[in-house]
């Protein structure tokens, strides 16, 4: 049996900076905005309600759907000393038709 999580009303506007990190511009997310989809790095332990409302609050949008993915660090080799890089989280966020966000500006 899952335990739910406590959803705030509202976020406040210090949280929705926390929330959402920095915009993710790859040649897949990039791909992806042809289908009015933004991606975004997100905070660990951000929620899709709300990553939902930093968007919408932040870049005065209407989302559609939030889908999250839990990136695993890569293990890697720092001379000669074997490490892992940290887990991070993204969020590909799907927008109501007409609505945009320009990641190449700033907020």
């Known amino acids: 049996m899952s335990a739910k999580r406590y959803i705030p009303a509202t976020v ?7 929330v959402i990190r920095a915009p993710l511009i790859t040649e897949k997310t990039t791909n992806g905005s042809e289908h009015s989809q933004v991606t975004f790095k997100v905070a660990a332990d951000a929620t899709k309600p709300e990553i939902k409302q930093a968007v919408e609050g932040l870049f005065k949008v209407k989302v559609k759907a939030v889908n999250t993915v839990t990136v695993k660090g890569k293990s890697k080799v720092f001379r000669g000393r074997p490490g892992v890089r940290s887990d991070w989280k993204k969020a590909i966020v799907s927008l109501v038709e007409g609505h945009k966000i320009d990641v190449t500006t700033g907020l």
């Open 12 to 18: 406040s506007r210090s949280r929705m900076y926390e």
